[in-house]
């Protein structure tokens, strides 16, 4: 039987308003059908309770991930209390340790999922949860000490007795110096600062700009030295400041 060309491409056309009309159905339904994915996923598995939209109660473990509200994680975990404190992150006595026991040190809300360690001295600091983990590795360096991370990041031995921090968290220990001390004249106004150039010995060149005096740039090197006295002294606050909390760990850092 021979079809007609005409009838043919009537067809064709037909199929494709077809389609057409059907994708705003199809993405309709995939949208019905991500929001009940990120409802279910937003469910406490112990309890039932929803959780928020943002920083969710999700946390990753071993073998997968898993939700639960910070009461049911705090039933569920022991807190960490630093019986790890000076180990080596190589050590038999780490390793036969789960992380997965314990409460995130930081957060103290979810399920931890590794055992954070400092990578200049080998030393232990304690359990984190993955989201956790990543803000210490990828955040802002001076954000992360403002927001609980010095006190963690002092859990190292080798840190809290030379008084340093992780050589990620140095600079920026400057920076945040320099922005509070530097001024272009007479001008009231924190200047932008970034780091130019990252010496090999520990210190740094910066560049500040005024951010009211757009047109007045200028740099300020800071020898390794002087970096290491700036850092040190950071530290010293945020000890003496952790003595005047009643609860150790949660202290942020003082410029």
Known sequence: MIRCACSTAQTTRDGEKRERSQG???LDRWAQREEELVNLARVCSSCGLMGPWWGGWRSSISTGYVTRCPPCAGAAFQPYTGHLRGVQYDSARRRGTRP????????KERQAAVWDHCHEHGHVRGPL????????CKSLPYRFLQSGGTQHLLQCRGCLEQRTLPPRFRLDVVRAHLEETERHGRCRTQPYIELEQKHTDGGGRFKLTCRWHT???????????EAAALVRAFVDAALAAQE??????????TR
């Not at 949860?129 to 210490?136: A, D, K, L, S």
């Open 100 to 107: 997965d026991d314990y409460l995130c040190r930081l957060c």
């Open 129 to 136: 949860c993955g989201g956790c983990n990543n803000r210490e």
């Open 215 to 225: 047109a007045s740039r200028w740099t300020t090197d800071v020898t390794a030295p």
């Open 24 to 26: 705003p159905v199809l």
């Open 244 to 253: 005047d909390r009643p609860s150790p760990g949660v202290a942020t850092g």
